[in-house]
């Protein structure tokens, strides 16, 4: 069966210090892979995407993840943190085979900003 | 910049009552899902919807739960007894021919 995993539950972080969270997948074959955020009280955000091509992708906030197909890895990285950034990210697997491209999440990091 | 809106934020109800959430999706969109994230645990998939009736459904989708689009806007979530166990944050999500969905604010239910 399709799993993610976010081996992190909790990662704290200084101001301007860069970031990594980890995720890995476990499929038969590529799936599309996401990394939402969800703030406090709020909705899942998509920060970015990979569905093929470049391994390494842009999203918003500065936000970049690349995938690494050797490792089942999509891990997410920012050079600079922000307080701003402080928030719980997932990690997601979507568009497997025969699905109508219902996503797995892990099971989230919550990112705390140190001043 | 359109988005996904649901309705409402909070609802509070007793065990063995019915509820039901509401959603709007992107107007363009196709595909509706309804998601669940029970306190401090992950996002869950419950239900996927596509030309007017189920896709594909979890475990957790039960004989309890129902998906509607009564029309061309509304997509709502009925849970026809609820209990206890049912306590979380209800998301709805649309998308269009992409996979990537968008994912609305959430209800968060609470069963008393």
């Known amino acids: 069966a399709q799993s993610v995993t976010q081996p992190d539950i909790h990662i704290t972080v200084s101001e301007g210090a860069s970031l990594e969270l980890r995720c890995n997948y476990s499929y038969g074959a590529t799936p599309y892979l996401f990394w939402y955020v969800q703030s406090p009280g709020q909705g899942l955000q998509l920060l970015l995407k990979y569905f093929s091509g470049d391994t390494l992708v842009q999203g918003i906030k500065g936000f970049e993840a690349e995938f690494k197909r050797s490792q089942s890895s999509f891990n997410l990285r920012k050079p600079s943190v922000h307080w701003s950034d402080a928030a719980e990210y997932f990690c997601a697997v979507g568009g497997y085979g025969g699905s109508q491209g219902n996503l797995i999440f892990g099971k989230g990091t919550k990112l705390s900003v140190k001043p | 910049e359109p988005e996904v809106t649901q309705t409402p934020s909070h609802q509070v109800t007793q065990m063995g009552q019915e509820v039901i959430l509401r959603c709007v999706p992107i107007?363009?969109?196709?595909?509706f899902y309804w998601y669940r994230q029970i306190l401090g645990q992950k996002v869950e998939f419950l239900v996927s919807?596509?030309?007017?009736?189920?896709?594909?459904k979890s475990e957790i989708f039960d004989d309890q739960f129902s998906v509607e689009r009564p029309d061309g806007s509304n997509f709502t979530l009925k849970i026809r007894s609820t209990k206890l166990e049912d306590s979380a944050m209800y998301f709805c999500a649309s998308r269009a021919d992409s996979y990537e969905q968008y994912f609305g604010p959430g209800t968060r239910l609470t069963v008393t």
């Open positions: 107007s363009n969109h196709l595909y």
């Open positions: 919807f596509y030309n007017n009736e189920i896709s594909e």
